[in-house]
Protein backbone atom coordinates (compact mmCIF):
# COMPACT_ATOMS: atom_id res chain seq x y z
CA UNK A 1 0.00 0.00 0.00
CA UNK A 2 2.75 2.60 0.90
CA UNK A 3 5.66 0.79 -1.92
CA UNK A 4 6.37 3.70 -4.86
CA UNK A 5 4.31 2.94 -7.87
CA UNK A 6 6.54 2.84 -11.01
CA UNK A 7 6.08 3.82 -14.24
CA UNK A 8 8.31 2.71 -17.07
CA UNK A 9 11.51 3.80 -15.38
CA UNK A 10 10.13 6.29 -12.90
CA UNK A 11 8.80 5.97 -9.70
CA UNK A 12 5.93 7.92 -7.93
CA UNK A 13 4.92 7.90 -4.26
CA UNK A 14 1.80 5.02 -3.61
CA UNK A 15 -1.82 6.69 -3.59
CA UNK A 16 -1.86 6.05 0.08
CA UNK A 17 1.34 8.23 0.66
CA UNK A 18 0.26 10.91 -1.42
CA UNK A 19 -3.26 11.26 -0.11
CA UNK A 20 -1.57 11.80 3.21
CA UNK A 21 0.56 13.94 1.80
CA UNK A 22 -1.96 16.04 0.49
CA UNK A 23 -3.72 16.13 3.70
CA UNK A 24 -0.44 16.68 5.68
CA UNK A 25 0.25 19.86 3.04
CA UNK A 26 -3.15 21.12 3.72
CA UNK A 27 -2.76 21.09 7.36
CA UNK A 28 0.47 22.56 7.20
CA UNK A 29 -0.72 25.40 5.01
CA UNK A 30 -3.64 26.12 7.30
CA UNK A 31 -0.94 26.29 10.64
CA UNK A 32 1.57 28.42 8.64
CA UNK A 33 -0.86 30.72 6.63
CA UNK A 34 -4.07 31.61 8.03
CA UNK A 35 -5.08 34.80 10.20
CA UNK A 36 -5.34 32.53 13.33
CA UNK A 37 -2.32 31.12 12.72
CA UNK A 38 0.05 29.95 15.68
CA UNK A 39 3.21 30.92 13.21
CA UNK A 40 2.43 34.78 13.36
CA UNK A 41 2.86 34.93 17.14
CA UNK A 42 5.33 33.63 20.25
CA UNK A 43 4.51 29.97 21.05
CA UNK A 44 6.52 26.83 22.93
CA UNK A 45 9.57 27.80 21.14
CA UNK A 46 9.66 31.29 22.94
CA UNK A 47 9.65 30.06 26.46
CA UNK A 48 13.17 28.52 24.86
CA UNK A 49 14.61 32.13 23.96
CA UNK A 50 13.42 33.33 27.17
CA UNK A 51 14.74 30.73 29.82
CA UNK A 52 18.33 31.44 28.04
CA UNK A 53 17.84 35.21 28.23
CA UNK A 54 16.93 34.85 31.62
CA UNK A 55 20.16 32.47 32.54
CA UNK A 56 22.48 34.98 30.65
CA UNK A 57 21.02 38.11 32.93
CA UNK A 58 21.44 36.03 35.73
CA UNK A 59 17.79 36.25 37.09
CA UNK A 60 15.46 33.23 38.38
CA UNK A 61 15.34 30.68 35.60
CA UNK A 62 11.95 28.83 37.30
CA UNK A 63 8.62 30.94 38.22
CA UNK A 64 7.30 29.16 41.48
CA UNK A 65 4.14 30.60 40.52
CA UNK A 66 3.43 28.84 36.75
CA UNK A 67 1.18 26.75 36.16
CA UNK A 68 1.11 24.28 33.24
CA UNK A 69 -1.29 27.13 31.55
CA UNK A 70 1.11 29.74 31.95
CA UNK A 71 2.58 31.43 28.86
CA UNK A 72 6.15 30.84 27.96
CA UNK A 73 6.86 28.90 31.48
CA UNK A 74 10.16 27.00 31.45
CA UNK A 75 10.21 23.25 32.92
CA UNK A 76 12.83 21.25 31.43
CA UNK A 77 15.77 20.88 32.56
CA UNK A 78 18.90 23.95 33.17
CA UNK A 79 20.93 22.29 30.57
CA UNK A 80 18.93 23.35 27.53
CA UNK A 81 18.59 27.29 28.86
CA UNK A 82 22.71 26.88 29.11
CA UNK A 83 22.61 26.22 25.70
CA UNK A 84 20.57 28.69 24.35
CA UNK A 85 22.14 31.26 26.85
CA UNK A 86 24.94 32.87 24.81
CA UNK A 87 22.36 32.77 21.21
CA UNK A 88 19.97 34.68 23.50
CA UNK A 89 22.54 37.63 23.46
CA UNK A 90 23.25 37.89 19.57
CA UNK A 91 19.47 36.23 18.08
CA UNK A 92 16.32 38.06 18.06
CA UNK A 93 13.39 36.34 19.72
CA UNK A 94 11.78 36.76 16.26
CA UNK A 95 14.85 34.98 14.44
CA UNK A 96 15.03 32.24 16.97
CA UNK A 97 11.49 31.77 16.47
CA UNK A 98 11.74 31.50 13.13
CA UNK A 99 15.37 29.23 13.32
CA UNK A 100 13.24 27.06 15.69
CA UNK A 101 10.65 26.23 13.06
CA UNK A 102 13.72 25.47 10.59
CA UNK A 103 15.01 23.10 12.64
CA UNK A 104 10.96 21.36 13.06
CA UNK A 105 10.91 21.26 9.85
CA UNK A 106 14.14 19.95 8.88
CA UNK A 107 13.76 16.81 12.03
CA UNK A 108 10.36 15.99 9.90
CA UNK A 109 12.36 15.65 6.78
CA UNK A 110 14.82 13.95 7.96
CA UNK A 111 12.24 11.69 10.00
CA UNK A 112 10.43 11.17 6.92
CA UNK A 113 13.58 9.57 4.82
CA UNK A 114 14.59 13.23 3.00
CA UNK A 115 11.34 12.54 1.50
CA UNK A 116 8.90 15.77 0.87
CA UNK A 117 5.62 13.40 0.35
CA UNK A 118 6.92 11.11 3.03
CA UNK A 119 7.24 14.08 5.36
CA UNK A 120 3.88 15.79 4.24
CA UNK A 121 2.45 11.89 4.98
CA UNK A 122 3.72 12.61 8.55
CA UNK A 123 1.59 15.82 8.92
CA UNK A 124 -1.30 13.96 9.00
CA UNK A 125 -0.72 12.59 11.98
CA UNK A 126 -2.54 14.89 13.97
CA UNK A 127 0.07 14.92 17.16
CA UNK A 128 2.48 16.06 14.80
CA UNK A 129 0.06 18.96 13.09
CA UNK A 130 0.05 20.43 16.76
CA UNK A 131 3.48 20.29 17.14
CA UNK A 132 4.60 21.91 14.85
CA UNK A 133 1.34 24.46 15.60
CA UNK A 134 3.12 24.83 19.01
CA UNK A 135 6.54 24.58 18.04
CA UNK A 136 7.33 22.25 21.10
CA UNK A 137 10.68 19.64 21.14
CA UNK A 138 9.36 16.40 20.43
CA UNK A 139 10.28 16.08 16.94
CA UNK A 140 13.51 16.81 17.89
CA UNK A 141 13.32 14.22 20.16
CA UNK A 142 12.36 11.85 18.12
CA UNK A 143 14.82 12.24 15.86
CA UNK A 144 17.61 11.67 18.56
CA UNK A 145 15.94 8.71 19.54
CA UNK A 146 16.27 7.37 15.94
CA UNK A 147 19.95 8.38 16.26
CA UNK A 148 20.66 6.81 19.49
CA UNK A 149 19.42 3.61 18.25
CA UNK A 150 20.69 3.65 14.79
CA UNK A 151 23.76 5.43 15.04
CA UNK A 152 25.29 6.01 18.51
CA UNK A 153 24.34 5.43 22.39
CA UNK A 154 25.58 8.68 22.65
CA UNK A 155 22.38 10.64 21.52
CA UNK A 156 21.00 9.45 24.51
CA UNK A 157 22.81 12.02 26.24
CA UNK A 158 21.33 15.64 24.29
CA UNK A 159 17.60 13.84 24.69
CA UNK A 160 18.02 12.79 28.39
CA UNK A 161 19.11 16.62 28.99
CA UNK A 162 16.80 18.48 27.32
CA UNK A 163 13.84 16.20 28.69
CA UNK A 164 14.97 13.97 31.30
CA UNK A 165 13.12 10.58 30.37
CA UNK A 166 15.50 9.43 27.91
CA UNK A 167 18.11 8.40 30.85
CA UNK A 168 15.96 5.32 30.40
CA UNK A 169 17.89 4.77 27.44
CA UNK A 170 20.52 3.57 29.95
CA UNK A 171 18.15 0.88 31.18
CA UNK A 172 17.46 -0.33 27.64
CA UNK A 173 20.97 -0.68 26.98
CA UNK A 174 21.71 -2.79 29.91
CA UNK A 175 18.72 -4.97 29.92
CA UNK A 176 19.80 -5.66 25.90
CA UNK A 177 22.95 -6.77 27.18
CA UNK A 178 24.53 -3.50 26.10
CA UNK A 179 26.19 -3.42 29.65
CA UNK A 180 29.28 -1.33 27.65
CA UNK A 181 27.26 1.06 26.35
CA UNK A 182 24.97 1.46 29.03
CA UNK A 183 28.57 2.55 31.40
CA UNK A 184 29.42 4.61 28.74
CA UNK A 185 25.90 6.99 28.53
CA UNK A 186 26.25 6.67 32.35
CA UNK A 187 29.14 7.68 32.76
CA UNK A 188 29.26 10.63 30.05
CA UNK A 189 25.95 11.88 31.23
CA UNK A 190 27.30 11.79 34.81
CA UNK A 191 30.10 14.31 33.58
CA UNK A 192 27.67 16.38 31.75
CA UNK A 193 25.72 17.06 34.77
CA UNK A 194 28.46 18.09 36.56
CA UNK A 195 29.58 20.70 34.53
CA UNK A 196 25.71 22.21 34.31
CA UNK A 197 25.13 21.86 37.93
CA UNK A 198 28.98 23.67 38.55
CA UNK A 199 27.97 26.12 35.84
CA UNK A 200 24.65 26.96 37.47
CA UNK A 201 24.02 25.48 40.93
CA UNK A 202 21.33 27.94 41.65
CA UNK A 203 19.26 27.05 38.30
CA UNK A 204 19.61 23.46 39.38
CA UNK A 205 17.98 24.50 42.78
CA UNK A 206 15.29 26.05 41.33
CA UNK A 207 14.55 23.28 38.66
CA UNK A 208 14.28 20.80 41.78
CA UNK A 209 12.30 22.94 44.18
CA UNK A 210 10.22 24.06 41.45
CA UNK A 211 9.71 21.38 38.90
CA UNK A 212 10.59 18.31 41.22
CA UNK A 213 7.94 19.27 43.94
CA UNK A 214 5.76 18.61 41.34
CA UNK A 215 5.93 16.00 39.00
CA UNK A 216 4.89 13.09 41.82
CA UNK A 217 1.46 14.97 42.45
CA UNK A 218 0.94 16.79 39.07
CA UNK A 219 -0.12 14.95 35.87
CA UNK A 220 0.36 17.19 33.12
CA UNK A 221 -1.22 14.50 30.84
CA UNK A 222 -4.37 14.07 28.60
CA UNK A 223 -5.19 11.87 31.54
CA UNK A 224 -4.79 12.73 35.34
CA UNK A 225 -2.01 10.28 35.65
CA UNK A 226 1.00 11.36 37.89
CA UNK A 227 4.26 11.63 35.64
CA UNK A 228 5.77 9.75 38.87
CA UNK A 229 3.49 6.69 37.60
CA UNK A 230 3.81 7.24 34.59
CA UNK A 231 7.92 6.98 34.38
CA UNK A 232 7.35 4.15 36.52
CA UNK A 233 5.36 2.30 33.68
CA UNK A 234 7.61 4.03 31.03
CA UNK A 235 10.50 2.42 33.22
CA UNK A 236 9.34 -1.23 33.01
CA UNK A 237 8.14 -1.13 29.36
CA UNK A 238 11.56 -0.37 28.56
CA UNK A 239 13.45 -3.02 30.15
CA UNK A 240 10.84 -5.18 28.64
CA UNK A 241 12.33 -3.76 25.20
CA UNK A 242 15.53 -4.31 25.82
CA UNK A 243 15.26 -8.01 27.06
CA UNK A 244 13.10 -8.16 23.51
CA UNK A 245 15.91 -6.56 21.92
CA UNK A 246 18.44 -9.01 23.43
CA UNK A 247 16.68 -11.82 22.55
CA UNK A 248 16.30 -10.73 18.90
CA UNK A 249 19.90 -10.32 18.60
CA UNK A 250 20.37 -13.91 19.84
CA UNK A 251 18.12 -15.25 17.22
CA UNK A 252 19.27 -12.98 14.73
CA UNK A 253 15.78 -11.35 14.05
CA UNK A 254 15.04 -8.08 13.68
CA UNK A 255 14.62 -6.16 16.99
CA UNK A 256 11.88 -3.50 15.41
CA UNK A 257 9.47 -4.51 17.91
CA UNK A 258 11.74 -3.92 20.94
CA UNK A 259 12.69 -0.34 19.17
CA UNK A 260 8.98 0.27 18.43
CA UNK A 261 8.26 -0.75 22.29
CA UNK A 262 11.08 1.21 23.57
CA UNK A 263 9.62 4.38 21.61
CA UNK A 264 6.09 4.21 23.08
CA UNK A 265 8.08 3.74 26.88
CA UNK A 266 9.60 7.13 26.15
CA UNK A 267 6.29 8.30 25.09
CA UNK A 268 4.23 7.28 27.83
CA UNK A 269 7.12 8.33 30.44
CA UNK A 270 7.79 11.65 28.85
CA UNK A 271 6.94 14.44 31.85
CA UNK A 272 3.84 15.99 30.07
CA UNK A 273 1.53 13.70 28.02
CA UNK A 274 0.15 16.01 26.17
CA UNK A 275 -1.23 15.64 22.27
CA UNK A 276 1.94 16.98 21.07
CA UNK A 277 4.10 14.24 22.96
CA UNK A 278 2.76 11.61 20.92
CA UNK A 279 4.03 13.39 18.12
CA UNK A 280 7.42 11.29 18.81
CA UNK A 281 5.48 8.37 18.07
CA UNK A 282 6.94 9.13 14.62
CA UNK A 283 10.05 8.17 15.39
CA UNK A 284 8.80 4.55 14.22
CA UNK A 285 8.85 5.33 11.05
CA UNK A 286 12.63 5.86 10.29
CA UNK A 287 13.21 2.81 12.46
CA UNK A 288 10.52 0.76 10.61
CA UNK A 289 12.09 1.92 7.31
CA UNK A 290 15.68 0.86 8.19
CA UNK A 291 15.14 -2.34 10.15
CA UNK A 292 16.60 -4.70 7.41
CA UNK A 293 19.36 -2.53 7.07
CA UNK A 294 20.16 -1.98 10.45
CA UNK A 295 23.08 -2.91 12.07
CA UNK A 296 23.33 -5.35 14.97
CA UNK A 297 24.75 -4.30 18.37
CA UNK A 298 27.05 -6.63 19.96
CA UNK A 299 26.42 -6.66 23.78
CA UNK A 300 29.64 -4.41 25.36
Request: charged letters at 10%; hydrophobic letters at 60%; glycine letters at 8%.
Amino acid sequence: MFAPVEVGSRRFPSIAISVLAAIGAALLLIIATTEASEWRHFNDEHAYWLAGARLAACEPLYDPGATTNTPFAYWYPPPLAQVLAPITSVVSADAFSAAWTAILLACLWWLGGRDLFAALALVAFLPVAVELRVRNVHLVMAVLAVLALRRSWAFWIPAAAIKLTPVLGIAYLAAAGRWRDAVKVGALGLVVLAVSVALAPGAWREFFDVVGTRAGAEGGALVPIPFALRFGVGAGLVILAGRLALRARVAGASGLGAEVLLIVALTVANPTLWATALSMLVAIVPLWRTAGTAKVATPG
